[in-house]
T-cell receptor, first 111, second 115 residues
Framework: AQTVTQSQPEMSVQEAETVTLSCTYD???????LFWYKQPPSRQMILVIR??????QNATENRFSVNFQKAAKSFSLKISDSQLGDTAMYFC????????FGAGTRLTVKP | DTGVSQNPRHKITKRGQNVTFRCDPI?????LYWYRQTLGQGPEFLTY????????KSRLLSDRFSAERPKGSFSTLEIQRTEQGDSAMYLC?????????????FGSGTQLSVL
């Protein structure tokens, strides 16, 4: 089965600065997708960004971008110009035959 | 597109009682997932369906848990003889395999409290 590891239980960043959240995964599958989901206090899971494993180009969505290193099985999320509304739990997820999540990183954006 | 709907939003029950949750996925989605999440933790995979077929079930899932998706549309998750350790948020998600933009859409969850 796939495993997803997020080694940073908590992180904080000053408003307007940049922060990077780490994620590594383990799989024997060749075709898969990777995701970052955000979960604010409402506990609704919100998709932040998506990456297809077959694409070498890193995905970007406005202030959010990823650094996908397939050989290293690494998938980090960079948040630029952090905003107070970015405060949430962030989960890295792997989709192959099924979908698995990491344990999450609690991000706090400080004013 | 009305999104993924879960009912009830909250359920309080006494230990030993049976509970059933319902999930209505996005109508054209063929995959449906169930996850369990406790506070401060990531969603823990329970099971998933492709159409009406249950393709995988977590080994962490005891025999007290059962899920169905009889017509490949809505799904139910039943927990028999509930225990206090079953208290958690139960999340349902759906997706459409084969699409060029496959991703999971989540419902708002059912919060279970076992007293």
């Amino acid at each position: 089965a796939q495993t997803v590891t997020q080694s940073q239980p908590e992180m904080s960043v000053q408003e307007a600065e940049t922060v990077t959240l780490s994620c590594t995964y383990d799989t024997s599958e060749s075709n898969y997708y990777l995701f970052w989901y955000k979960q604010p206090p409402s506990r609704q899971m919100i998709l932040v960004i998506r990456q297809e494993a077959y694409k070498q180009q890193n995905a970007t969505e406005n202030r959010f971008s990823v650094n996908f290193q397939k050989a290293a099985k690494s998938f980090s999320l960079k948040i630029s110009d952090s905003q107070l509304g970015d405060t949430a739990m962030y989960f890295c997820a792997f989709m192959g035959n099924d979908m698995r999540f990491g344990a999450g990183t609690r991000l706090t954006v400080k004013p | 597109d009305t999104g993924v709907s879960q009912n009830p939003r909250h359920k309080i029950t006494k230990r030993g009682q049976n509970v059933t949750f319902r999930c209505d996925p996005i109508s054209e989605h063929n995959r449906l997932y169930w996850y369990r999440q406790t506070l401060g933790q990531g969603p823990e995979f329970l099971t998933y369906f492709q159409n009406e077929a249950q393709l995988e079930k977590s080994r962490l899932l005891s025999d007290r848990f059962s899920a169905e998706r009889p017509k490949g549309s809505f799904s139910t998750l039943e927990i028999q003889r509930t225990e206090q350790g079953d208290s958690a948020m139960y999340l349902c998600a759906s997706s459409s395999t084969g699409s060029t933009n496959e991703k999971l859409f989540f419902g708002s969850g059912t919060q279970l409290s076992v007293l």
